[in-house]
């Protein structure tokens, strides 16, 4: 059992179950699409307007359960669903509790259960915005088939978050990649979905140029934000990486510190190197260049599975022919 006093500071077997931050990124610190900047004004609406309904307005009083203020934002990686997330706790003025899954994740049957409570009364106890990173790792939709042991240790840590959802009367974001994993029981639990998508151009050139301090960062007359939105398809995160890869390379080049600036040729390198690295993370089971379509991949990992088990049949064959043959040499001795 876990010390007292440490699951008090939040920790759980030694690990820290939550990551507990005071918000200083506001929404001036993300660029974002119109309409998911018009969601998050919605989401701020609800928020702010939560007391009057359920305290002034006396609702609370006549649906005691399912005040939880939850919401998901749904969306590929880099597109900022965490840095709003931050921004929503500091317009509240509350502290930001981030949870991961590998901290609440416990090789011990039941402990993780006790970790999805535990944090949920750390929330309570800091009245902080509970915010679920990659969550559809814990929110993921639950096995009819409990055959396992894995699998009813799952369904229960599911159920565990379904009901500190209901009895939990504060703010809780969920953000994940992979929205589809989620359990259908959480689709009436949360407020409001908000999609994160991929910036276009427009925004993608402003998420470019703000990367960059306007003051102090030494910038070429030769850097053209506008062509780099317009040849790199990518996201904000990907594009913060690429800005600091220039940086790097500029502040690497010889010569004096005081004659050094960050180029067009530094950055355009960065957002490459960047593309490149994320090919490099897919090539798993995928075509060479990491570039198969979602059907080659299956094709990709059916072959090789086939492959395998090809391989496993024949070494088992080898190695039975070669027992016999041992067998029938003892025998004729």
């Not at 040849?231 to 940086?247: E, M």
């Not at 050094?260 to 950055?267: F, P, S, V, Y």
Request: glycine share 6%; with cysteine.
């Amino acid at each position: 059992m876990a010390n007292p006093l440490l699951r008090a500071l939040g920790f759980s077997n030694g690990r820290k179950l939550v990551e507990s931050v005071i918000p200083r990124r506001t929404f001036d610190d993300v660029v974002l699409p119109e309409s998911t900047r018009r969601a998050l004004d919605e989401t701020l609406a609800q928020l702010t307007s939560h007391d009057l309904i359920f305290n002034r307005w006396g609702l609370g009083e006549r649906h005691r359960t399912g005040l939880a203020l939850a919401f998901n934002f749904a969306g590929p990686s880099g597109t900022g669903k965490t840095i709003c997330a931050e921004a929503i706790a500091h317009a509240l003025g509350r502290r930001l509790l981030v949870v991961r899954y590998a901290e609440l994740e416990s090789m011990w049957m039941g402990e993780t259960s006790k970790n999805v409570r535990e944090v949920f009364r750390l929330a309570r106890q800091e009245h902080a915005v509970l915010f679920f990173d990659e969550a559809d790792a814990i929110a993921s939709r639950r096995s009819g088939s409990v055959e396992q042991g894995f699998q009813r240790e799952a369904n229960t840590v599911v159920n565990v978050l379904l009901q500190e959802l209901e009895a939990f009367d504060g703010v809780v974001i969920f953000a994940t990649n992979m929205a589809a994993n989620f359990d259908p029981a959480f689709e009436r639990r949360i407020r409001t979905h908000v999609l994160f998508e991929m910036p276009g151009v427009d925004e993608r050139e402003r998420i470019w140029r703000v990367q960059l301090h306007p003051t102090l960062t030494p910038i070429a007359d030769d850097v053209d934000f506008r062509a780099l939105a317009e040849a790199y398809p990518v996201s904000g995160g990907d594009i913060r990486n690429a800005v600091l890869k220039g940086a790097l390379m500029a502040a690497s080049e010889p010569g004096p510190d005081a004659q050094k600036k960050i180029h067009h040729r530094h950055l355009e390198r960065g957002i490459q190197e960047v593309i490149a690295g994320r090919r490099v993370m897919r090539q798993t089971l995928l075509a060479p260049d990491g570039s198969a379509s979602p059907l080659e991949q299956l094709q990709a990992i059916h072959a090789r599975l086939q492959r395998t088990t090809t391989l496993a049949l024949v070494a088992a064959t080898g190695a039975a022919a070669i027992a016999i043959a041992a067998l029938i040499a003892a025998l004729l001795r």
